[in-house]
């Protein structure tokens, strides 16, 4: 064994091997996704040896010059008095190290928002760059394993951060010689059979801790559900409309995740990707600057390092921009992939026409709508507006082992159309002018995940003051006055120029100057919500518990998934299935510990390294997940060092799926459990095409499933075949008509397929409609 620490004294690395007090073994204490602890006590009286001091760097190898831990000195060192010495007192000093972690640990984890729809290696190299891009190295970050979505916990350690990370992608990580490492757990094996003489039966202790489970209900955060289309008439005085629920809407904490006001002296690397090799863009007096490009697509950018994922209502505003002549490039964009124009989804398009600067949208990389042509010396903000049915685009991937191996459930796309609208304002000397909407359309399809981008300069002369990026619940609002045309009606602050409010407490709330015309149609789009839940069983698993009479065939758990995080009804359907992977699994519910020497394994040991034991005359054989390992070295000559391995399965010890027996009071359990994910689609695409005194017109908006058609009920969660006082009717074609009866009217329709029993969409479509007759 070779220690070297290095105290910064200006003596670089020195070996303190012999000094090392070996009478008390010097111990390594890894463990699955977190630091690496190492103590040990050394004696440096009557040497030139200095007492270890706090930050030292500290290097150890075993005998076959293989490195076992790097890291640095985390605290002052215990001095302890051993014993009289030729010149006096001994004293030797107790030495607590923890591994290159520390470096990036004593920084702080900048405010991010939500990565959506990339893989853990991406993440953990992008968050590791964030916090130091130069004292830790990220080419061995490897795990490809897809992450739906991923919001650091402000406040927790670098350390904490990609822990939780790695282990929600049942990804292993660790720190060694300043690099992170990131791979999948089990990537390495060490084989250890009892007729190969490898293992140690007497050194092994194992046994299944944990009970079957083949009937989980797994309980989620709160989730949008119903679509809710909600009618009103204006009279021309009333400005407060009651909606009937209220509208889903993300945590306040989390509606505002990007804003740069553009103050730092250089531009925040923590939150953008600067690629400028021309040094065309920096932070001036009146905030980010452009002074021109290259030319070329793509070369001169600003892109925020977070992907978007764009659903609900996300509002993006550039603010305070000044437009020199001759500029060209996009300003204010989404990008589906990397920036450029062919890719550019949405976004604010300055060329050249006639000599002079003109604005106008690009959807899809083509140019759309209208036009405008700002003026020289003045001020505008560029807001960009997107509107999307589905609040999650990206479903969560979950991860685990059974008896068919590692498994992964979720990680899809969900199809979504969005609403777009391009607005233009001037603001010169903080005076708010008129609104100029360039753009009020639709997109079919929108990508599920965008990167923003603020300027794509092809030769931009511009400053931009200020960048907010504001995501809230799906919600929408149009109106169509008597004889006229719908229109998007601007939903925001009096600062926005908006023309109304939706506040939390479900109250629509229109602005003086945008009070509804008598007879004028107001159509609020909302969605409603409720807790997620998904309870599924296992019927294989059911019939082999059942075929022993003596016991109950049905074994039930329910409880919550804190990590990852099911943010809706199908994120907790595939918890629910990776869970009953595991969980109906025998072989996951081993735990135990391994007790082993360098001469027997002859390999290092690391968490998340996967224990293949054959161990024939116990009847075991299995693949154990290592989740900590002990190293103790001691005296010896040629050196032994201790192993003590900990392992255990994914039932036995969560990994993962991080779990909690609580359940949510507000959760509604279902009383029966499903074998099979079933339901159809929803109808979110369902509109309204006219509402009159005697009758709804419904465009589904997609074909009926053969056999089935579309159903209108009076309540919601009450679907089911049969005829009662809650139907209204069964529609076999997608545009069909729902009488009128009242001035206030409540249905809720989904589509239903010809299965005996049929199945359902999962949420409603809502009409409610508050129009005199």
């Not at 998904?534 to 082999?544: D, E, G, M, N, W």
Request: proline share 5%; glycine share 10%.
């Amino acid at each position: 064994m070779k220690i070297t620490i290095d105290n910064f004294d200006g003596k670089g690395a020195v070996d303190y091997s012999a000094a090392v007090l070996l009478a008390k073994p010097l111990r390594i204490a890894r463990t699955l996704n977190k630091p690496t602890v190492c103590s040990f006590g050394v004696v440096t009286a009557e040497s030139t040896l200095a007492t270890p001091a706090r930050n030292g760097r500290v290097v150890i190898a075993d005998d076959t010059g293989r490195t076992v831990f790097t890291g640095y000195v985390a605290t002052e060192p215990t001095i302890e008095l051993a014993g009289m010495g030729t010149a006096g007192n001994v004293y030797q000093a107790w030495v607590q190290t923890i591994s290159d972690d520390l470096l990036l640990d004593m920084q702080t984890v900048p405010r991010t928002f939500a990565s959506a729809g990339q893989s853990a290696g991406v993440i953990a190299a992008q968050l590791t760059a964030r916090v130091d891009p130069v004292r830790v190295g990220t080419g061995a970050v490897n795990s490809a394993a897809s992450v739906g979505r991923f919001l650091p916990v402000e406040g927790q350690s670098w350390s904490q951060t990609i822990g939780l990370l790695s282990s929600m992608t049942r990804s292993a990580y660790r720190v060694m010689e300043s690099s992170l490492s990131l791979s999948l757990v089990g990537e390495t094996v060490h084989a250890l059979s009892e007729v190969e003489g490898t293992l140690q039966v007497k050194a092994l202790e194992a046994s299944m801790v944990r009970a079957l489970a083949n009937d989980v209900t797994v309980c989620g955060a709160l989730e949008p559900c119903a679509y809710v289309t909600e009618f009103f008439q204006g009279d021309g005085t009333t400005v407060l409309f009651e909606l009937t629920e209220d509208p889903f809407a993300p945590t306040t904490a989390k509606s505002k995740p990007l804003i740069d006001l553009f103050l730092e002296p250089a531009i925040d690397t923590q939150i953008w990707q600067l690629k400028d090799a021309g040094g065309h863009l920096s932070l001036t007096s009146t905030g980010l600057t452009c002074t021109g490009g290259d030319g070329i697509d793509g070369d001169t950018t600003l892109t925020a390092i977070d992907q978007i994922e764009l659903g609900g209502q996300l509002i993006i505003e550039a603010a305070g921009v000044q437009l020199n002549s001759g500029s060209e490039g996009l300003i204010n964009a989404l990008f589906d992939g990397i920036p450029s124009m062919a890719n550019c989804f949405a976004g604010f398009n300055v060329t050249q026409v006639g000599g002079a600067n003109t604005l106008t949208p690009v959807i899809g990389g083509v140019s759309s709508g209208s036009s405008f042509t700002p003026m020289a010396g003045r001020i505008y903000t560029l807001r960009l507006r997107l509107y999307g049915t589905e609040m999650q685009r990206v479903m969560e991937s979950y991860y685990s082992v059974g008896d068919s191996g590692v498994m992964s459930y979720g990680g899809n796309d969900t199809a979504c159309g969005v609403k777009l609208v391009f607005e233009i304002q001037d603001m010169t000397s903080g005076v708010a002018g008129a609104v100029s909407v360039l753009y009020d359309g639709s997109v079919a399809a929108a990508p599920p995940v965008a990167t923003y981008g603020l300027v794509d300069s092809l030769n931009l002369f511009c400053s931009i003051r200020s960048v907010t990026l504001m995501q809230e619940g799906p919600v929408w609002v149009t109106s169509t006055p008597s004889g006229g045309s719908a229109r998007t009606r601007r939903i925001g602050t009096t600062a926005q120029s908006a023309e109304c409010r939706i506040e939390r407490t479900g109250k629509l709330r229109f602005y003086p100057a945008s009070v509804p015309q008598a007879g004028e149609l107001i159509a609020v789009c909302y969605r409603t919500k409720h807790r997620a839940v998904a309870r599924l069983a296992s019927a294989s698993s059911i019939v082999q518990q059942g075929s022993n009479t003596a016991l109950p065939a049905v074994a039930q758990w329910a409880g919550s998934v804190t990590s990852p995080a099911a943010r809706s009804s199908a994120d907790c359907e595939n918890a629910a299935l990776a869970l009953l992977n595991a969980a109906t699994s025998r072989a996951a519910a081993w735990k135990g510990t391994y007790t082993g020497w360098n001469v027997d394994l002859q390999t290092d040991v690391w968490p998340g390294d996967v224990l293949a034991v054959n161990a024939i005359s116990s009847g075991l054989n299995a693949n154990l997940v290592v989740r900590s390992v002990l190293i103790e070295i001691a005296e010896g000559a040629p050196e032994l060092t201790k192993y003590t391995i900990s392992f255990a399965n994914d039932w036995a010890e969560d990994l993962g799926l991080k779990l909690s027996s609580h359940v949510p009071p507000d959760a509604w359990l279902p009383q029966q459990a499903a074998t099979a994910v079933t339901s159809l689609e929803n109808l979110n695409t369902l509109a309204v095409t006219s509402v009159s005194t005697t009758a709804i017109n419904i465009s589904a908006g997609v074909n009926a499933p053969s056999g089935g058609g579309f159903e209108v009920r009076r309540r919601d969660w009450c679907f089911a075949p049969g005829t009662d006082s809650d139907l209204v009717l069964r529609s076999p074609v997608s545009n069909f008509v729902i009488p009128r009866e009242a001035a206030m009217e409540q249905y809720y329709i989904r589509m239903y397929d010809g299965a005996n029993p049929p199945n359902y969409s999962r949420f409603s479509s809502a009409i409610f409609v508050n129009v005199p007759l």
